[in-house]
């Protein structure tokens, strides 16, 4: 009798088994893409495509950018202005003038949405959660936040603030300052990092979600 | 003329001067049953193999062999409506053995010794990983089990994902099969390790660089079989349980299995089987590795028929893992990965000890539906009949989380693939016929794989189909092996090119073809040479593969125009076991024309996210070739030695350059004691193992992010013993890695670019076999 029983338990725990193993997959993806032409498959993951540095002197606005046409990997990106194919340019000098104040405004787009979606926007919706770094250097405190950068005769202020508690930089607009002529190029390195509830004004914390290296000349 | 061959074998191989002086009164005393219904078999005919004797058994199955001397013997039996078996076991003291007959696929069957269950000699080049040497590395990664094997490395991304290489070759290039069916995983993936419970084995294989004519053309490097023990033939319940804790990630497992014979409804048996393993960081001398844990729930079941006319078997298995990967060793881009190089300790060095396991991190599930059917088309041949399915999920998760708040608190993966696979096989073999031993068969698989999240690897359809046939021709003293399968292979992937998708049609077919011989001029004395030319069909990912792959922090890109790999590779194995000394030594070399591999290009490329390095799939003609060995020697007082080492080499031919990734000449050493069995304690043992690895000083120019790591040396050991309590053992085995704490990075290890390997380790493992219940309990354990 106790064996029986026991047959009938491992029985019961072998069509149990059975039972789990059969549950179902509907939600899977196929390997055939849903489009063939046009975008790619719908899918949760974001892109960011393109970074623009708005220049302003006060008159005119020079602007340079550094495009990545399906985001990282894939299709190798390229700089500008004045290139449109990934054959081109591959390494962007910021040409400025010596002792001169500029405004400068970055803009993020992911073009390969139609109609291009302008992903600074959503930076700012997230200020809180978001900053931008200048060749990694952590700005001084709000509200006179700004960093030299090294090497050139360049000085960057911060000129937005995420509106926390204790306010801190966002650097989508920004002030450039710059000094006497220089020589040679200097780097330039122009990150956003996303800091979800560690950001504290320093470059430490968080992901990057965007790296252009630019080059700076003071003429 | 022999005996002089005998001794010129001897000064060759072992440059020993110990003299031939046996005992040869040992007597065999043996048993033959029916291994379906435990059946005693009289008037079967026993045929001891050289020196040539023939027995009948009794009415009770039973038979006596006289005045042995010590070595390995083979006996071949033959009972009416049974398959003619030739065992093999050691003979060293005289014992009693029962024989079952008949089924399993091998000609060499395991058998069941009353005393002492011996070491076998093989008759193939290949090596066995049975119960008790399992027992020293119970709760490891699969990878980590087979190191014990001679000839076996791994490839690491730290210590809890560990790919087996063999041959320094792993990937694609070698298979594994998880109790009879080839595992499809996302293979490609360096740091994707096979997705196999270790706890569902009893017994693991490793066939180097031979007979995978049986398995498929892949499989160049060599097969791991995994194999489950066989079930139950009469009435019974029995189980076991296993349970390991380690210190090092205070990691916990418990395993447990309970397998039965019904008593009621004829031929049925059935065994459940599952795992649950929990760790938390591990630790390196220093410091701990922020977000190393490992969480795994795997179970399997088997449900068989064995009956008269045929016999079918059900069995199904799910591995279900989540593994976090060190949070330093994910790097954002170049500049990141300078960085993490030029520290001295990790960034994230300071983290104490958890067991969440947060981004990044792999989740992945593997189920397995066998069909298994068979049955006998004569008294010495069988048809076999198996289909599988297998369902593979593998989600990554980068540790950057989207920059858009909404997308990253849905905390999808990065990458999800999903691999499905239809299998089927038919197989034919017959057995000792008129000397032949053989198979044939036929093989289909169709594959399809799909994704969601980033494009790196692109969906396809692959199908593949085969046929085989594999004759071997025995003679008391050498055997030959002829075997050649005939492949053809498509890939249809739908490869993202300029933002469309574009359709690809890829075909690939080859013939591969291996013989051998295995020559026993003496007992105890076994040589191999195998000869095998294969192919292997480039891989979707080295087709096609185009994107970053956060895993490897690098942009990796498919070449379209790749051809098929083709490899004639020699091996040869040599396995000598003499009184207290036993010996074996392979020695393999394989040519490959267009072998595939990776290189990194000229310069990084920049990406939104910053500048990453590039690596180009491309195909050269190379070279690999190998020497392994191990040794051992048992004193007096019951002390033994054992030495290993192992030396591989990779060389590309077309550009004159090692190749890359290759395993470092490595050597060990093992001092032991065995301890006297008392009433209570049995096969207790302990040893001290002292490993020493050098550094790898053959690697391409500018092919790697940083240069590889220093020699180092560890200490570890295992102490085991079995208890018996009221005649039900219990085994415990501790056991210490890196017992000096020593610091050091693996060439190996992906991870020694970011932080040093894991300290000291002590694991305590505790099995348990057990029996709830036995009709013919005598039967089990006589005396």
């Known amino acids: 009798m106790k064996t029986t029983t026991k047959m009938i338990l491992s029985a019961a725990v072998a069509i149990a088994l059975v039972g789990v193993s059969c549950k179902k997959k509907d939600d899977d993806p196929k390997p055939t893409p849903t489009t063939t032409t046009g975008n790619p498959p719908p899918n949760a993951q974001e892109v960011i495509t393109t970074m623009k540095v708005m220049i302003n002197d006060g008159t005119t606005t020079a602007t340079y950018f550094y495009k990545d046409p399906d985001g990282d990997g894939g299709i190798t990106g390229f700089y500008g202005p004045g290139t449109t194919t990934a054959s081109a340019q591959t390494d962007s000098v910021i040409n400025l003038l010596a002792n001169k104040n500029y405004t400068v405004n970055l803009l993020l787009l992911d073009e390969t949405k139609n109609p291009i979606d302008t992903i600074s926007n959503e930076v700012l919706a997230e200020a809180a959660d978001h900053m931008f770094f200048f060749n990694q250097q952590s700005p001084s405190a709000l509200p006179s936040a700004s960093v030299t950068i090294s090497g050139t005769n360049l000085t960057i202020t911060y000129k937005d603030s995420d509106g926390a508690a204790t306010p801190k930089p966002i650097g989508l607009f920004t002030e450039w300052m710059t000094g006497a002529m220089t020589a040679t190029k200097k780097e330039l390195n122009i990150e956003l990092k996303h800091q979800p509830g560690v950001k504290d004004g320093t470059y430490a914390p968080g992901d990057v979600d965007v790296a252009v290296p630019f080059k700076i000349k003071i003429n | ?783």
């Open chain 2, 1 to 783: 003329m022999f005996i002089n061959k005998q001794i010129l074998v001897f000064i060759i191989l072992f440059l020993s001067s110990l003299c031939r002086s046996q005992n040869c009164s040992l007597q065999l005393k043996g048993i033959v049953r029916d291994e379906d219904n435990s059946e005693h078999l009289g008037f079967a005919v026993v045929k001891l193999l050289s020196p040539e004797k023939i027995i009948q058994t009794n009415e009770r199955g039973e038979f006596v062999f006289d005045n042995l001397c010590n070595g390995n013997y083979k006996v071949l039996i033959q009972h009416v409506g049974c398959k003619d078996t030739i065992f093999s076991f050691d003979l060293l003291k005289s014992k009693k053995i029962i024989f079952k007959l008949p089924h399993t696929f091998n000609l060499l069957k395991d058998i069941e010794i009353v005393e002492k269950k011996a070491d076998e000699v093989l008759p193939q080049a290949f090596e066995t990983l049975k119960m008790k040497e399992l027992d020293k590395s119970k709760g490891l990664p699969l990878g980590e089990v087979l190191k014990n094997l001679n000839g076996i490395t791994t490839f690491n991304n730290g210590a809890t994902i560990s790919k087996p290489m063999i041959n320094g070759m792993q990937g694609y290039r070698i298979m594994t099969l998880n109790n009879g069916i080839r595992q499809e995983g996302q293979n490609w993936g360096n740091e994707h390790a096979p997705e196999i419970d270790p706890f569902i084995a009893q017994k693991i294989t490793v066939i180097r660089g031979t007979s995978t004519v049986r398995y498929g053309s892949d499989a160049i490097g060599g097969v791991v079989l995994i194999e489950p023990a066989t079930l139950p033939d009469s009435a019974s319940v029995t189980g076991e349980l296993n349970t390991v804790g380690a210190t090092n990630g205070r990691s916990g497992i418990v395993s447990g299995q309970l397998q039965g014979y019904f008593d009621k409804i004829k031929g049925f048996s059935w065994r459940v089987q599952g795992t649950v393993k929990q760790a938390g960081s591990m630790k390196t001398p220093t410091y701990y590795l922020k977000n190393t844990g490992v969480q795994e729930k795997n179970f399997s079941y088997t449900l068989a028929y064995h009956g008269k006319k045929f016999n079918a078997e059900i069995f199904y298995s799910q591995f279900n893992s989540e593994i976090g990967i060190f949070s330093s060793a994910h790097i954002g881009n170049l500049t990141d990965l300078q960085a993490a190089f030029n520290r001295s300790n990790p960034a994230d060095s300071s983290a104490t000890f958890s067991y969440n396991i947060d981004r990044p991190k792999q989740v992945s599930e593997h189920e397995l539906i066998k069909f298994n059917f068979h049955f006998h088309t004569g008294l010495r041949s069988r048809f076999y009949a198996n289909y599988a399915y297998q369902y593979n999920k593998r989600q990554e998760y980068d540790k950057h989380k989207p920059r858009n708040n909404a997308l990253a608190e849905l905390n999808l993966p990065d990458y999800d693939f999903r691999l499905t696979t239809h299998y089927g096989e038919v197989l034919w073999e017959h057995d000792y016929i008129n000397r032949f031993s053989g198979k044939f068969g036929a093989q289909g698989m169709y594959q399809e794989n799909a994704y969601t999240g980033r494009y790196l690897l692109p969906g396809f359809f692959s199908g593949t189909w085969g046929v085989f046939a594999i004759e071997k021709y025995i003679l008391p003293k050498i055997e030959f092996e002829i075997g050649a399968r005939y492949d053809e292979r498509y890939i249809t992937p739908y490869v993202l090119e300029l933002n469309e998708f574009v359709r690809y049609h890829n075909s690939f077919s080859g013939l591969s073809v291996n013989t051998g011989f295995i020559y026993k001029p003496i007992t105890n004395l076994k040589t191999s040479f195998y000869a095998a030319n294969g192919w292997r069909s480039p891989s979707v990912n080295e087709l096609y593969t185009n994107g970053l792959h956060q895993g490897s922090a690098a942009i990796e890109r498919g070449n379209k125009n790749l051809k098929t790999e083709r490899s004639l590779n020699l091996i040869s194995n040599t396995q000598h076991k003499f009184k207290k000394f036993e010996t074996e030594l392979t020695i393999y070399n394989y040519y490959f024309s267009n072998f595939i591999y990776y290189v990194p290009a000229d310069r990084p490329e920049l990406t939104i996210r910053g500048a990453f390095p590039v690596f180009n799939y491309t195909q050269n003609n190379a070279n690999i070739f190998g020497v392994d060995g191990s040794t051992k020697y048992s004193f007096i007082f019951n002390l033994y030695l054992k030495a290993r080492g192992m030396i591989v080499r990779g060389y590309n031919i077309d550009n004159k350059q090692p190749l890359i990734y290759m395993p470092a000449d490595r050597i060990e050493g093992t001092v032991g004691y065995t301890f006297k069995d008392k009433k209570y304690l049995k096969e207790s043992y302990i040893e001290v193992v002292s490993q020493l690895v050098n550094k790898q000083i053959r690697v391409p120019v500018n092919s790697d992010f940083a240069p590889p790591p220093e020699k180092y040396f560890l200490l570890g050991g295992n102490l085991s013993t079995t208890l018996l309590l009221k005649r039900r053992p219990l085994i415990f085995t501790l056991s210490v890695t890196n017992g000096l704490n020593t610091i050091y990075r693996d060439y190996l290890d992906r991870f020694r670019y970011y932080n040093d390997a894991a300290g000291t380790n002590i694991t305590f493992r505790l099995r348990m076999p057990f029996t709830l219940y036995n009709k013919n309990k005598q039967s089990k354990h006589e005396k």
